[in-house]
Nanobody, 119 residues
Framework: QVQLVESGGGLVQTGGSLRLSCVASGRTFSAYYMGWFRQTPGKEREFVAAISWNGAASVKGRFTISRDNANNTVYLQMNSVKSEDTAVYYC?????????????????WGQGTQVTVSS
């Protein structure tokens, strides 16, 4: 069992930056593939980025994902944000990397953190 807690969301102006954090419980953090998804009302959860235990990352778009295995934390650095980046951002964990861009294959989810980009 893995519990995930996100933080760092909030209101940011267009063109600004924000860093989201996700802390995972448990002692096997490095065994999990970690990812970020986002969701807006009426739409399916959308893949943003994912990272393996050794730092190999897959990213869709402008953001950067990183992880600190010693502190059970994964980050999403959001630079040059746009209004279309407004969403609830979710941290997720899974074993294995197959079909990683499909939210239905992920095993654990955080509660989500709201990011709102204002013009």
């Amino acid at each position: 069992q893995v519990q995930l807690v996100e933080s760092g969301g909030g209101l940011v102006q267009t063109g600004g930056s924000l860093r989201l954090s996700c802390v995972a419980s448990g002692r096997t953090f490095s065994a999990y593939y970690m990812g970020w998804f986002r969701q807006t009302p009426g739409k399916e959860r959308e893949f943003v980025a994912a990272i393996s235990w050794n730092g190999a990352a897959s990213v869709k778009g402008r953001f950067t994902i990183s992880r600190d295995n010693a502190n059970n934390t994964v980050y999403l650095q959001m630079n040059s944000v746009k209004s279309e980046d407004t969403a609830v951002y979710y941290c997720a964990a899974k074993r294995g990397t197959i079909y990683y861009s499909d939210y239905r294959t992920w095993d654990y989810w955080g509660q989500g953190t709201q990011v709102t980009v204002s013009s």
